[in-house]
């Protein structure tokens, strides 16, 4: 089993659309997890990061984290073109906190 | 401007030719870490370094070494490269990833690499 996993997609979604995207990890004490945005032939920006079970929102990004499941998911409201993108899912293990470990991603699209 | 500049961002080369890629940091982060990305795998941590003089390794660290003498620079060596090394690489900072930093990763611009 991977430790972060991801489905790699594509995910079409319509404009203006909620796009949701999903990721489980394996490390039940894991405590720190990130999402990354990544353009195609760019590096990877972060654009969320929660700690707590719940909701974190910030425009038209919610991030939501459940512990006890052992999955984080990412949100996006209002889908633009621009968001089309792999969405990287990442996680600082528990077990050894200088590690940040990324799943393989999901691709994105955003039809018009 | 605070960045992580990777140097070449470029190159090919021949198996068995030792190449360094550079990596460099303005931000005074003590966390650095290498990853190499390839098609459906993601991003892999090759080596990381908590700080200076401090270094692990990662998930894929064969064929790779660096060194951390400095604390802006964390450079990555290939003594004798392969194929199999054909990839993307990604050099990353951050504050240290305990003490309540929130642990986001600084990437630098990428280090596409072909070995023949």
């Known amino acids: 089993q991977k430790e972060v996993e991801q489905n790699s997609g594509p995910l079409s979604v319509p404009e203006g659309a909620i796009a949701s995207l999903n990721c489980t990890y394996s490390?039940?004490?894991?405590?720190?997890f990130f999402w990354y945005r990544q353009y195609s032939g760019k590096s990877p920006e972060l654009i969320m990061f929660?700690?707590?079970?719940g909701d974190k929102e910030d425009g038209r990004f919610t991030a939501q984290l459940n512990k006890a499941s052992q999955y984080v998911s990412l949100l996006i409201r209002d889908s633009q073109p621009s968001d089309s993108a792999t969405y990287l899912c990442?996680?600082?293990?528990?077990?050894?906190?200088?590690?940040?470990?990324f799943g393989s991603g999901t691709r994105l699209s955003i039809r018009p | 401007e605070a960045q992580v500049t990777q140097n070449p961002r470029y190159l090919i080369t021949v198996t068995g030719k030792k190449l360094t890629v550079t990596c460099s940091q303005n931000?005074?982060?003590?966390?650095m870490s290498w990853y190499r990305q390839d098609p459906g795998l993601g991003l892999r941590q090759i080596y990381y370094s908590m700080n200076v003089e401090v270094t692990d390794k990662g998930d894929v660290p064969e064929g790779y070494k660096v060194s951390r003498k400095e604390k802006r620079n964390f450079p990555l060596i290939l003594e004798s490269p392969s194929p199999n090394q054909t990839s993307l690489y990604f050099c990353a900072s951050s504050l240290a990833l305990t003490g309540g930093n929130t642990g986001e990763l600084f990437f630098g611009e990428g280090s596409r690499l072909t070995v023949l």
């Open positions: 990442a996680v600082n293990a528990y077990s050894s906190a200088s590690k940040i470990i």
């Open positions: 490390d039940r004490g894991s405590q720190s």
């Open positions: 931000m005074n982060h003590e966390y």
């Open positions: 929660i700690y707590s079970n």
